[in-house]
């Protein structure tokens, strides 16, 4: 039943001191003197992909694109779909929007210009995109954008839009909106795609989840990880609230076997395959 339905596998490609939990501890100015643990911990993201056999999209920084070229071109050479995650990872709803199109453009045109391709997806930093920023969407589209993946439809103290659409629907005029994964069950709505919620629960109470959304939904899934959530080794930042440390650095030792066990168990390709078709009946 579950191997039926093809998937969207999605890494958001950023270090571990981008996330934006941690973004008063790393200011930008700080970032290049950081050791960058993101190029090796994306290759055991690939290494893992490339055993499974699947194809995922990889929503980048044009900050690390600028600094591993080379890991932007092996990505692209080894058949997945490159896409955008913004140049500073600053959440939307913290920008002008002639700040948040300058950021954009310039994540477009590193991303293109190092690999060659064109990027067709975005996905704004900590789904940052809401009813106070619904322009966003005008300029992903004005960009040449033709699918965003920005929203995530739950209720979190960070983000998360409880009202919006669950499913992928054409949100402005030639522009897609692609939603992370929520189960509704028991009155609510659950968050079963990823992130914090893949560290934290069981892998088993993840793939029942997962199992119930297609028998429910009949539909696929968006599922991200990041690269950093596989490097338990990575350097602690001092001076955290509890709760932040406990959200980041929750089961990092077991997202790789997790991660195996979920390719293994449910079929996945990218963003740009798995929705095809609604990207070719956009108007
Ligand atoms: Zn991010």
């Not at 589209?141 to 920005?150: D, K, P």
């Not at 991200?224 to 089961?251: A, I, M, S």
Request: glycine share 4%; proline share 5%; hydrophobic share 35%.
């Amino acid at each position: 039943m579950s191997k039926a339905i093809t998937n969207a596998m999605t890494v958001d490609v950023e270090d571990y001191f981008q996330v934006s939990a941690f973004a008063k501890h790393y200011p930008h100015s700080r970032w290049d003197s950081q050791p960058l643990r993101v190029e090796k911990n994306t290759q055991r993201l690939l290494s893992l992909f490339n055993k499974h056999q699947i194809k995922a999209t990889f929503f980048t920084l044009s900050w690390v694109a600028e600094r591993c070229p080379n890991l932007i071109k092996e990505i692209v050479a080894q058949g997945h779909e490159l896409a955008s995650h913004g140049h500073w990872h600053q959440r939307v709803s913290e920008l002008s929007p002639q700040e948040f199109k300058q950021d954009l453009y310039r994540s477009k045109s590193i991303l293109e210009q190092v690999s060659g391709v064109e990027v067709m997806g975005y996905r704004a930093p900590s789904f940052s995109i809401g009813d106070e920023n619904f322009w966003a969407f005008e300029i992903i589209r004005e960009l040449g954008f033709r699918y965003s993946s920005s929203t995530y439809p739950i209720k979190h103290d960070h983000y998360g839009v409880p009202q919006w659409p669950r499913f992928s629907y054409q949100v402005i005029d030639e522009l897609i909106e692609i939603p992370v994964t929520t189960l509704k069950r028991y009155c609510k709505t659950w968050p079963i795609a990823g992130g914090g919620y893949f560290r934290l629960a069981p892998y088993q109470l993840s793939r029942w989840a997962l199992k119930q959304f297609h028998l429910q939904e009949q539909r696929a899934a968006v599922f991200y990880v990041h690269p950093w959530e596989l490097d338990p080794q990575q350097p602690r930042t001092c001076g955290v609230g509890y709760k932040t440390r406990f959200r980041h650095y929750l089961n990092l030792d077991k997202v790789e076997q997790r991660l195996g066990c979920l390719l293994t168990d449910f079929n996945w390709s990218t963003m740009k395959n798995v929705y095809q078709t609604d990207l070719q009946l956009i108007k």
